[in-house]
């Protein structure tokens, strides 16, 4: 902090302790909002915050002013200006209870899909600004208790679901086990020096859906890449991002990046997960401050490399995918992150009846579950409901009865939706197809005279699979 | 005469100072972001790229290029015609050339009178009709405070007096002074308001267009 800014601080606290109403628990740290709100003023947010022209364009591209009846104040430019607008307006001297108001706003009606900023004449970045609204939030303690939890998990251990090394290792371990059973010769190299390709994962995998892990072992078996994964830095994703907290978004980033680089792979790849694409390819560069932007290592979506495995015809299948399927270009691999073509090329050679949702690509909508909204929670579910209501029509127009998703946010709420209404949809990933419909090459089938065995062994398990996401699903659903 | 007195005041220092503040002042601006951007936007300048500039200004320049334009054609084709002739109408304009050649004594070709005349009627239309629409969409309403109708009219108002002027509607040595006066209040705003967009647009498109476009690939339009 500046000397300037500690002042300020100061004289804030005075302020409260002196005021009246000095009822309010924790005074606002005026100093902190001042730092936060000078460090992001650059250029872009200066012009933003001053030549939007209050056209409104903006507003019908957000899907929460569609859902919600076209409600004005859920327009984008609106929900900028009255947040983060205001903040600078006010030079940061600005009240807790105002700042509560923000929460609302700036993690309830905004998930940072960055629809808007194509539909703006100027190009303003709401999401951007939203951003920093949630930065500002956060530094006074003012933040969804869900994604407070996740952030204060990864400072201390790394990881958004606070999974302990060992027990990471060891599901890997568990997962090359059974489907060893299935793959012969199939393992999970952990910490493999030279491998081409490390794959990090989202920590709900692990945790609850360990099939996961085992399926991506799978397919890059079968396929016969050089792979590993990382003992440490494995979790791509990054909650803090969304909970405004930079410095704690760093952490797991700079892992990521540490080990890819100790272990010289060519490429890291993420998991089904569109933030985490977004955190470890986009912004994970310039929060840990590399020149140019880039990554010191490549980053790849799971979509990229699936779609590069078919398309060499790395992996035979028994047939297409037989049912009516749609894809969900999650905003974070599509718009975000560039991959709609891939997706839909992945998607053809692995279906034969695949319908779009309309709109799509870049222009799709958000399904409403991202920005952090879904570890935000229970007391954030009505509201992720009813603003979903747009993409359940998307998914309900196509008429197909699977939805592909890359995305492990998406995939939540895009289950949720499907209870809510009534979609008769299966909600399924790309691993799941893949896994589903390939050929394991005769040299992998596990020998002749343990078939019955091995049969029996595949059937336990995935039981066990199930019965240990069963037994978890109770638990809060983080992802 | 109190008029002629105030005319010349108008067109002499006055005008001076109005242009030298709405030139210098658009020209600060632009170097002291420029500046400020070297340090703190540097998604901006890792990703540039002449073609993605391009494409997304060109897409917001040509009217219904873009999604989100066609959404709204009316509405869209008003600003685009609107701006057309903003910028058209004062530059080609007979009896501004007439200043511009007793001043400089160099001039742009002129449009003829009745077009120059009509177009000017055309911007006093689509600036009523962005009035009524700021009022009657609430997702427009709720955005528009006092001074941002302020600047729609400040926008129309040398069209509004330069027309009365023009054809000789009221007194017209003050209509004359007025819409002179008018002008250089104008100009003087413009580079300290939203309108700045005249040029801050160029700024702000390729800067979203390097983030969507190079870093993605995504068009945003
Ligand atoms: C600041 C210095 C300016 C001066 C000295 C000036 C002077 C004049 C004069 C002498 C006329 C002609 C009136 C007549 O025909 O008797 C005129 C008309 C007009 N001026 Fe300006 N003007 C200025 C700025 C502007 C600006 C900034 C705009 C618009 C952006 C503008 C738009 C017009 C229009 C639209 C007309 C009338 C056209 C018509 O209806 O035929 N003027 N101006
Ligand atoms: C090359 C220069 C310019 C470009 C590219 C440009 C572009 C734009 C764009 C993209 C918009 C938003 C359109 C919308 O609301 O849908 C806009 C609005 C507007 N512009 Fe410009 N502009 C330019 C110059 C000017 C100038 C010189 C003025 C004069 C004052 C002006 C006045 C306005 C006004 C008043 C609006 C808002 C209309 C409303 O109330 O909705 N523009 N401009
Ligand atoms: S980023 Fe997405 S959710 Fe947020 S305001 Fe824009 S369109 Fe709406
Ligand atoms: S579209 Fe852009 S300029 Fe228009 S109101 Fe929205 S943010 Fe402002
Ligand atoms: S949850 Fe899915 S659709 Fe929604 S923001 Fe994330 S990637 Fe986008």
Redesign the pocket.
């Known amino acids: 902090m500046t000397a300037e800014a500690q002042k300020a601080a100061e004289e804030a606290q005075e302020k409260a302790t002196v005021s009246p109403e000095a009822e309010a628990p924790k005074p606002v740290n005026v100093g902190k909002i001042k730092t936060i709100l000078a460090a992001n003023e650059g250029a872009r947010m200066r012009m933003w915050l001053s030549i939007c ?3 409104g ?1 903006c507003a019908d591209s957000c899907f929460f002013y569609l859902a919600n009846d076209k409600d004005p104040k859920l327009s984008p430019a609106y929900k900028a200006i009255n947040t983060i607008g205001k903040m600078y307006k006010a030079k940061g001297e600005v009240s807790r209870e105002f700042l509560e108001e923000c929460k609302e706003v700036v993690w309830g009606q905004c998930t940072a899909c960055r629809r808007c900023s194509m539909y703006c ?2 190009g303003i970045d709401i999401a951007t600004m939203i951003a920093t609204g949630r930065a500002v939030c956060y530094s006074q303690g003012i933040v969804p208790d869900g994604l407070a939890r996740t952030t204060e998990n990864i400072r201390t251990t790394g990881n958004q679901m606070a999974m302990a090394t060992e027990d990471w290792i060891e599901t890997c371990d568990w997962m090359a086990e059974e489907y060893g059973e299935e793959v012969h010769g199939l393992e999970i190299p952990i910490d493999k020096q030279g491998a081409d390709y490390m794959y990090t994962v989202n920590p709900r995998e692990p945790m609850y859906y360990p099939q996961d892990v085992g399926m991506a072992a799978e397919i890059f078996h079968i396929a016969g890449l050089n792979w590993t994964m990382p003992s440490t830095g494995w979790d791509s994703t990054n909650l803090a991002m969304f909970a405004g907290d930079r410095a704690v978004a760093t952490i797991p980033v700079k892992a990521m990046y540490d080990k890819a680089l100790e272990l010289g792979v060519k490429a890291i790849v993420i998991t089904e997960c569109g933030h985490a694409f977004r955190s470890a390819k986009f912004e994970g560069p310039y929060w840990v401050g590399i020149p140019g932007g880039e990554p010191p290592v490549p980053v790849i979506h799971s979509v990229e490399l699936f779609r590069d495995i078919m398309r060499e015809g790395k992996i035979k299948l028994k047939h297409k995918f037989e049912h009516k399927v749609t894809y969900q270009d999650p905003c974070n691999v599509s718009r975000n992150g560039g991959l709609w073509d891939i997706g839909r090329e992945l998607v053809n050679l692995l279906c034969d009846d695949f319908v779009d949702m309309t709109p799509n690509r870049e222009h799709n909508h958000c399904c409403g579950g991202g920005g952090g909204f879904i570890p935000m929670g229970p007391p954030y579910k009505r509201r992720r409901m009813a603003s979903g209501k747009i993409k359940a029509e998307q998914i309900r127009a196509t008429g197909a009865t699977h939805v592909i998703v890359p995305c492990h946010n998406c995939f939540d709420q895009i289950n949720d939706l499907n209870k809510e209404y009534d979609l008769k949809v299966k909600v399924v990933s790309f691993k799941e197809i893949i896994t589903e419909i390939m050929e394991i090459p005769e040299s992998m089938i596990p020998p002749e005279e343990d078939e019955q065995e091995a049969v029996l062994a595949e059937e336990e398990a995935k039981r066990e699979v199930e019965e240990g996401a069963m037994e978890e699903a109770g638990e809060v659903q983080e992802s | 005469m109190a008029m002629d007195k105030l005319y010349e005041f108008l067109t002499g220092p006055a005008l001076w100072i109005a242009v030298i503040i709405f030139v210098g002042g658009l020209a600060i601006r632009v170097a002291w972001l420029f500046g400020l951007s070297q340090e703190r936007d540097k998604p901006w300048h890792d990703f540039k790229s002449a073609v993605w500039a391009w494409r997304s200004i060109i897409h ?2 040509l009217p219904w290029a873009s999604v989100s ?1 066609r959404n709204q054609p009316g ?2 084709g008003a ?1 685009w015609v ?2 057309i002739c ?2 058209g109408v004062p530059l080609f304009l007979g009896a501004h050339n007439m200043l511009f050649e007793q001043a400089w004594g160099w001039s742009l070709p002129s449009l003829p009178d009745a077009v120059a005349d009509w177009a000017s009627m055309v911007v006093i239309a689509c ?1 009523v009709f ?2 009524v ?2 009022l009657a969409r609430p997702e427009v309403r709720i955005l528009t405070s006092a001074w ?1 109708y302020t ?2 009219l ?2 129309l108002a040398p069209f509004v007096t330069g027309w009365l002027a023009f054809n000789q509607y009221g007194p017209y040595g003050l209509m004359l002074n007025l819409h002179i006066f008018l002008s250089e209040v ?1 100009l003087i705003v ?1 580079p300290f308001s939203k ?1 700045a ?3 801050l ?2 700024a702000s498109r390729s800067a979203i267009g390097y983030e969507f476009g190079t870093r993605r690939g995504a068009r945003v339009w």
């Open positions: 022209s209050r056209c364009l004449p100027f | 917001w320049v334009s509405f869209t600003v609107f701006h903003w910028i600036g962005f009035l629409r700021r941002d600047l729609v400040l926008a104008l413009l309108l967009h005249m040029v647009f160029f």
